[in-house]
């Protein structure tokens, strides 16, 4: 069981936009650490796609964009591509266990 | 540029150890954690645990304490995993990642399979 909440699935057709949530608790996210967000294809290493919350690294298409209220966090990704399919991981720092928590991962399909 | 480049995959059987190795370049190998995470097939992501290769002062989550070492050579710039009394479940893929400062992670490892069978 992981330590931060995510939706299973979401899915959107081409061109659509959707939204991941990212729930902790008052260890992690809302204890005021920031989340970050990954993009895992198979195969490959996770990819930061949002960090601090709300930072795109470069190179990260604007379509990504990130959000934070209280012990929640949440990615949006707009103008959704086929390649965007793929499973989705939000990531925070928990000093109980002085370590990293993630969620549980949301497999995005595009439709 | 920065680049973590680690050891090629591994068959265990279940009860012994693995050494994955994580070899660090382009950057200053004192200056950032280093993080060990793992994906079971059909799984999601697993924190193991990190370590300050500054000073070679590790913690490690609570499901691996006992079982995983984590040390660095500051003089090849390399991280270490060891993973001991292996089951058919420790069979995953294992990531080091470097840690930004900020709890994040831009920098991976391509990942080292690790399989235990019999």
């Known amino acids: 069981q992981s330590v931060l909440t995510q939706p299973p699935s979401v899915s959107g057709a081409p061109g659509q936009g959707v939204s991941i949530s990212c729930t902790g608790s008052?260890?992690?996210?809302?204890a005021g650490w920031n989340a970050h967000w990954y993009q895992k294809l198979p195969g490959t290493a996770p990819k930061?796609?949002?960090?601090?919350?709300?930072l795109r690294p470069s190179g990260v298409p604007d379509r990504f964009s990130g959000s934070k209220s209280g012990a929640s966090a949440s990615l949006a990704i707009t103008g959704l591509q086929a390649e965007d399919e793929a499973d989705y991981y939000c990531q925070s720092f928990d000093p109980t266990v002085n370590g990293w928590v993630f969620g549980g991962g949301t497999k995005l399909t595009v439709l | 540029q920065v680049q973590l480049v680690q050891s090629g995959a591994e068959a265990k059987k279940p009860g012994a150890s693995v050494k994955v190795s994580c070899k660090a370049s382009g950057y200053r190998f004192t200056g950032y954690f280093l993080h060990w995470v793992r994906q079971v097939p059909g799984r999601g992501l697993e924190w193991m645990g990190r370590i300050n290769p500054d000073n070679g002062g590790a913690n490690y989550a609570r499901k691996f304490q006992g079982r995983v070492a984590m040390t660095s050579d500051t003089s090849i710039n390399t991280g270490y995993l060891e993973l001991r009394s292996l089951r058919s479940d420790d069979s995953a893929t294992y990531y080091c990642?470097?840690?930004?400062?900020?709890?994040?992670?831009?920098?991976w490892g391509q990942g080292t399979l690790v399989t235990v069978s019999s």
């Open positions: 008052s260890s992690d996210i809302g």
């Open positions: 990642a470097r840690d930004d400062g900020d709890y994040s992670a831009q920098r």
């Open positions: 930061l796609l949002i960090y601090a919350s709300i």
